[in-house]
């Protein structure tokens, strides 16, 4: 990876932060665009293995940039990605709370309030159809998926026995 990629790939991650309200996964699919599609930087099979182990690994869910920074360029892009997703966000936090406290109970922060709820749910369920679409188990992916997510909403289950059967269910399906 050269020094403008580099760059560019931070820049990149910069403005993604500011939009990633519900954490780091809603905006994974943006990611996977500019990594994936627009880049070639990695494949869909890596892309999502890595998803998968950072949401493995003990932590935030917001390491899945340092990972992929990783996978792309070792240490240094995983340093530069992982600041450059966490600087503008954290700064913006920072001035939210700051400003926040004496603007709350004006229309525009209710107005604000109430919008982000449905933007956090449909970039949520955009991140789950293209990491649905990139783990390489094809078309029956989509039903799995679906029924993991009713399953998840409907049952108080531990997830970890939702993905076991999900993963269950995806060998059968593709032996």
Known sequence: MTGAQLLAFAQHLAMLSLFSVGGANVVLPEIHRYVVTEHGWLVDSQFSSLVALSQAAPGPNVLVVAVIGYQIGGLL???????????????????VTHFGSRLRHTPWARILQRGLGPLT?????????????????????YPIAIASAVVALRLRVNPLWIIAAS?????LLLS
């Open 77 to 95: 892009t995983a340093a530069v990605a992982f600041t450059a997703f966490l600087l503008p966000t954290s700064i913006l936090t920072l001035s």
């Open 121 to 141: 749910a449909g970039l949520v369920l955009a991140n789950g159809f293209v990491i649905t679409g990139a783990s390489g188990a094809g078309r029956a992916a």
């Open 167 to 171: 993963g269950a269910v995806g060998a």
